[in-house]
């Protein structure tokens, strides 16, 4: 008896080898081998099981290249390509590159798109007339309601003044010609507009921090907007 499971496992176990075996490398493979055939289409000159277009990005950051280098290098080198084939895994990528292709694969797009194909399934039993399932007919405006509903844009649509303000002050406070650091004054921007909306507008008159500096350990009082800068500095 032992000896019989031993057996129904191991063969089990091939069984499933085998078909990653399928899913993993043939399959791929296979699709890179049709994409070959045609002039206009872009295939990478290697084929790599499993880790396919993350190999080239790989390399690129060992070459302290950008991550997606030969993608640029690919448009620069390659003019007359419709359509790119990439692979990662079991997954095929099939990356529209020219206009001409893109009027092709919108020719599939069926002219009516009216149709409720969800009806007495799974979704529409579970999360009966949800966004996910309503058609494209006269119930157009329900799903729009129900989108602004969603993201909440009436909602910050009151903050619209707050955010103009407080980006116009930050701009009266530059000098024309300074140099900045984009990324760390968009998030002081960010910061006073979130602080605004949590804490009220006279968030400046909240009572002073305590900061230590973590170089001389010295201590400051300093403002909350401070604080905050100096630690995410």
Request: proline share 3%; charged share 25%.
């Amino acid at each position: 008896e032992i000896s019989t499971i031993f057996w129904t496992i191991l063969k089990l176990m091939l069984v499933v080898l085998a078909y990653k075996v399928y899913e993993l490398i043939y399959v791929p493979w296979s699709k890179r081998r049709r994409a070959l055939k045609y002039p206009n289409s872009y295939v990478a000159p290697t084929f790599v099981p499993l880790l396919g277009e993350i190999a080239v990005v790989l390399k690129n950051e060992k070459e302290n290249k950008f991550r997606l280098y030969h993608v640029i290098e690919n448009a620069m080198t390659y003019k007359n390509i419709d359509i790119n084939f990439t692979q990662t895994g079991n997954i095929t990528f099939y990356k529209l590159c020219s206009i001409k292709a893109l009027n092709a694969i919108t020719k599939f797009v069926p002219e009516k798109i009216d149709r409720n194909d969800h009806k007495d399934m799974f979704l529409d039993v579970v999360t009966p007339n949800s966004i996910m399932i309503i058609p494209s007919n006269q119930n157009w405006d329900v799903r729009r309601k129900t989108v602004m509903k969603t993201i909440g844009i009436n909602f910050a649509s009151q903050y619209i003044k707050l955010t103009i303000e407080t980006v116009d002050n930050w701009i009266n406070e530059k000098d024309i010609g300074e140099d900045i650091d984009f990324s760390f004054e968009v998030s002081k921007i960010d910061f006073n507009i979130i602080s605004k909306i949590l804490f009220g507008t006279d968030i400046d008159k909240m009572k002073m921090c305590k900061y230590t500096d973590p170089y001389d350990h010295s201590v400051h009082e300093l403002s909350f907007k401070d604080t905050y800068i100096k630690l995410i500095k």
